[in-house]
């Protein structure tokens, strides 16, 4: 069966807003990570963290999913075979455009998470250091966001689905950040065409077959069309 595999990156929630990490002006020229996401800077300072990632949901509930998302949407809806959409954004465009079964490697900003007993629950738009945990009651409430250093979710599922893609596409990501940079080699291995879309050619370029670049609200849905050939 014909099975889509898609990887997100920022960039495809850049023109609804949301910064990316590593262009000119992003998250990580302005932030530093090492303090706002790592465990030992949320072990350091709470509150900085929590004020971080505070800020980032408003962001995204002020946001809305654009032409790009909803392209991706309507492939799934439209798509005769498979489509699996893996994303690195923490944001929840891909599900407001009416995308599901989204994969969030790297977590959700609507989701909070207890750090002593591992209980998840729908993030309030303003979380706090001491804010006791719903299950537990202690106060380990943390953004259930995976940190540098931690593991992201549900890598044996998305390998998984990595083995039986016959179409592996990256959209709006610099191919920076491990495990989810590797996923070309990974499918490249294997033989499965690979098509990386994104403003411009990143730095991992050379490793896909084919690349179409632009705006994401512009390229995508084109490619989309062409995919369902109408
Ligand atoms: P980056 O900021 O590293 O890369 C964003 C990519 O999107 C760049 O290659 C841009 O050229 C491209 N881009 C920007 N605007 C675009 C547009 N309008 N249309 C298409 N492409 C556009 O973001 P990611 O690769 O997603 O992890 O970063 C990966 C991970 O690094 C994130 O998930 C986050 C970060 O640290 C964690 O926080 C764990």
Known sequence: MDSIFILTGAGISAESGLGTFRDKGGLWTRYDLSRVATPEGFRADPALVHDFYNMRRKNCLDAAPNAAHAALARLERD????????????????????????????????????????????????MLPEEACPSCGRPATRPDI?????????????????????????????????????????????????????????????????????????????????????
């Not at 549900?154 to 592996?168: G, K, P, S, W």
């Not at 070309?184 to 499965?192: L, P, R, S």
């Open 146 to 230: 995976v940190w540098f250093g931690e593991m992201p979710y549900r890598m044996d599922e998305i390998l998984e689905r990595l083995a039986r893609a016959t179409l592996f596409v990256v959209i709006g990501s610099s191919g920076e950040v491990y495990p989810a940079a590797g996923f070309v080699d990974e499918a490249a291995a294997q033989g499965i065409p690979t098509l990386e879309i994104n403003l411009e050619p990143s730095g991992r370029r050379g490793l896909f077959d084919r690349g179409l670049y632009g705006p994401a609200t512009e390229v995508v849905p084109r490619w989309v069309a062409e995919s369902l050939r109408d």
């Open 79 to 126: 798509h005769p075979g498979e489509v699996t959409l893996v994303t690195q954004n923490v944001d929840d465009l891909h599900e407001r455009a009416g995308s599901t079964g989204v994969i969030h490697m790297h977590g959700e900003l609507r989701r909070a998470l207890c750090a002593a007993c591992g209980h998840r629950w729908p993030a309030p738009e303003r």
